[in-house]
């Protein structure tokens, strides 16, 4: 085991990449998806290992869109599941959304692993084992969701997604809310609401607005989601990389 001492001036990146090896130990997270982590520690990195002042906006704004779907889902992949298992579950129980396991390498194996492990972290049902819905225009593996599920969401929060996936999803029509620390990725631009921050950060940032939106009119929902702008999150987010510092 890796002892990381508190002191450690980056012990939380330090700590969430164990989090990503043990979830590799466990069949939980592909070898691909360490490829994944490494690439969001160096954004992390850029962005000062912090939240920024506009992705805690997006975080607010994607809470807004939770509160008001009719059928809002949570998208699970390897990465999310070995970083903040319980962190979706109090998500999806605060939002009312559903929680839907849906991987890039989908294996049976570790698709049971993470509803198991889900499971384990509290949640009640988890979809994506019965996969017969389809997102158009994927490749076949690529392309398998429920029905019931992202298959029939009107708002999906998919973070570190694919590129490919996202674009098809957002192509579907579907509100999608995505985590990823690039701002410069597909899955970013392909986004209705980008939220540019690790997603260790942006979970309970999410639940929390969530709970403090929860007695606010549709109204007023509404509004949040109106005076959002998706190209001024994603620019301030490449500022906060360039420039460092402010924001
Ligand atoms: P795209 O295909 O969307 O243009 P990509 O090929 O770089 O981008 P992938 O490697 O498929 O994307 O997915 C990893 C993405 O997830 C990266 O953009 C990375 O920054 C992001 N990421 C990795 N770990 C985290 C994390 N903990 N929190 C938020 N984002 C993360
Ligand atoms: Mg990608």
Redesign the pocket.
């Known amino acids: 085991d890796v002892e990381v001492p508190e002191s450690h001036p980056r012990y939380e990146s330090l700590l969430?990449r164990h989090r990503i090896e043990e979830g590799v130990e466990k069949g939980i997270t592909s070898k691909?998806g360490l490829?994944?982590?490494?690439?969001?520690?160096?954004?992390?990195y850029l962005l000062g290992e912090r939240t920024i002042p506009s992705a805690r906006e997006a975080e607010r704004v994607a809470a807004a869109y939770l509160l008001l779907a009719e059928h809002p889902v949570l998208s699970v992949n390897g990465?999310v599941a070995a970083?903040c298992p319980g962190e979706m579950v109090e998500l999806a129980e605060a939002s009312g959304a559903a929680l839907e396991v849906n991987l890039?390498n989908r294996t049976p194996e570790r698709m049971q692993a993470i509803v198991d492990h889900l499971r384990e972290h509290g949640a009640e049902e988890v979809l994506g084992l019965t996969a017969d819905g389809r997102i158009p225009n994927l490749d076949h593996e690529r392309a398998k969701v429920d029905r019931e599920g992202i298959g029939t969401a009107d708002v999906v929060l998919v973070?570190?997604?694919?590129?490919?996936r996202?674009e098809a999803l957002a192509a579907m029509g579907k509100t999608e809310l995505v985590?990823?620390?690039?701002p410069?990725?597909?899955?970013?631009?392909s986004a209705t609401v980008p939220i540019v921050?690790?997603?260790?950060r942006?979970v309970p940032n999410v639940t929390e607005s969530v709970r403090e939106l929860r007695d606010a009119s549709r109204q007023e929902l509404e509004a949040i989601v109106e005076a959002f702008d998706r190209e001024a999150a994603l620019a301030a987010a490449e500022r906060a990389i360039r420039e460092g510092g402010e924001e």
Request: proline share 3%; charged share 25%.
């Open positions: 969430t691909q490829i994944a982590q490494g690439r969001g520690e160096a954004f992390d990465n970083l890039f973070p570190l997604e694919d590129g490919d996202a985590v990823d620390l690039n410069m990725s597909r899955s970013a631009r921050d690790n997603i260790v942006a």
